[in-house]
């Protein structure tokens, strides 16, 4: 994820959370990924007709002009960005009565699912902000004998991939076959659907370098059933984090996996904070030449390129924050956020809340 575009988006999230609207005046378009931009404009036209019966006229008057301003932006759009598009639009003014029409508009750092317009008194960021937490996905496989379904679990949107059946017939054999007979159709047609499964998850995910991890669930046999026969490839097989027995292998039971899940992927997320802690604690008693701790010594070691990776606590002073990101961007440095929901996080935050790993000696 572009770093300095991050922050971009986070600066804008920030200004526009801020802004709040007399009245129920301020535009939010969300325009997906694989949407057509001009049939969004053209809605957006005919939101104006809409508009007209707003009852208080400065209300309708600066509604229909932020409308219009959304239109004419628009207009400059042959086709939608890559991940498409939100604009943000409408009257700040904290003035009674007076005018001034902003907008903002910015292109996702993830596509875009949602489509939106909403006029209210403050803008929906909520899809900007959840993508701001994606730096990892999971894949999800949920299967019985009879289907099974394919998704991602991305921040906390679940996005379904593929729904699968297996043509198994049920237990009732037709008439004349042996149980043997059966039992050997059922179990042929059985493995040829797990084998269909494992290439549908290889063509997914094989190549996915976000994916963190997968999870599998179904009932009890089935599911292990095909992790023991090893139908996964080796790479997707190794990736596999948690198996949870579920009842259902369509789009709820993917919901459900992730409910069932939530210790594992949060353990996921610690794992990895706790070992990049560990490694800066470690380093700052071996070798405390290739570590900073304190606000001077790392905007000291930043300005002279020495710092590879910049540890700022979720909780540290977020004008401070923004100023060191930078740097650490300007020097391609990599910057992780510290929770302070650990132990090892909240020691980080008592012992100053800033920290790099150096890559020489200042």
Same mark, same amino acid.
């Given at each position: 994820m572009d770093e300095e575009k991050k922050q971009e988006i986070e600066e804008l999230i920030e200004k526009l959370g801020g802004i709040k609207g007399s009245h129920?005046?301020?535009?939010?378009?969300?325009?997906?990924?694989?949407?057509?931009?001009?049939?969004?404009?053209?809605?957006?036209?005919?939101?104006?007709s809409t508009a007209k019966n707003i009852k208080s006229t400065s209300t309708r008057n600066n509604v229909i002009d932020a409308l219009e301003k959304i239109v004419r932006f628009l207009k400059d759009f042959k086709k939608t960005p890559e991940?498409?598009?939100?604009?943000?639009?409408?009257?700040?003014?904290?003035?009674?009565?007076?005018?001034?029409?902003?907008?903002?508009?910015?292109?996702?750092?993830?596509?875009?699912?949602?489509?939106?317009?909403?006029?209210d008194k403050e803008f929906v960021l909520d899809a900007l902000k959840e993508m701001l937490e994606v730096d990892e996905v999971f894949g999800l496989l949920v299967m019985d004998r009879k289907e099974a379904a394919i998704g991602m679990l991305e921040g906390k949107r679940i996005e379904v991939f593929q729904k699968m059946t297996s043509g198994v017939p049920s237990k009732v054999r037709a008439g004349g076959q042996s149980?043997?007979?059966?039992?050997?159709?059922?179990?042929g047609l059985t493995k040829e659907f797990y084998k269909r499964i494992a290439e549908e998850m290889k063509k997914i995910f094989f190549e996915m370098k976000k994916c963190k991890g *997968? /999870?599998?669930?179904?009932?009890?046999?089935? #599911?292990?059933?095909?992790?023991?026969? $090893?139908y996964l490839a080796t790479k997707l097989q190794?990736?596999?984090i948690g198996v949870r027995d579920i009842g259902d292998a369509d789009e709820s039971g993917l919901k459900e996996l992730v409910s069932k899940s939530q210790d594992i992927l949060s353990e996921q997320e610690s794992i990895k904070e706790r070992k990049l802690l560990e490694k800066f604690f470690e380093t700052l008693g071996e070798n405390p030449d290739k570590v900073a701790y304190k606000y001077d010594d790392v905007?000291?070691?930043?300005?002279?390129?020495?710092?590879? *990776? /910049?540890?700022?606590?979720?909780?540290?002073? #977020?004008?401070?924050?923004?100023?060191? $990101?930078?740097?650490?961007?300007?020097?391609?440095?990599?910057?992780?956020?510290?929770?302070?929901?650990?132990?090892?996080?909240?020691?980080?935050?008592?012992?100053?809340?800033?920290?790099?790993?150096?890559?020489?000696?200042?």
């Open positions: 129920t005046e301020l535009i939010t378009v969300y325009i997906p990924a694989d949407y057509n931009v001009n049939v969004t404009q053209k809605q957006i036209e005919a939101e104006k991940n498409g598009l939100a604009i943000f639009c409408g009257n700040v003014s904290q003035s009674e009565g007076q005018q001034d029409l902003q907008l903002w508009s910015v292109e996702p750092l993830l596509p875009l699912k949602t489509r939106l317009y909403r006029c149980s043997q007979r059966f039992h050997r159709i059922t179990e *997968i /999870l599998v669930g179904g009932p009890i046999p089935t #599911k292990d059933e095909f992790l023991d026969g $090893k190794e990736k596999v905007k000291k070691a930043l300005e002279f390129g020495a710092v590879e *990776i /910049l540890l700022l606590s979720k909780d540290y002073d #977020k004008k401070t924050s923004k100023e060191l $990101k930078k740097m650490a961007e300007n020097i391609s440095s990599k910057v992780e956020i510290i929770s302070t929901e650990t132990e090892e996080g909240k020691q980080f935050k008592n012992l100053s809340g800033v920290g790099a790993l150096l890559r020489f000696r200042v």
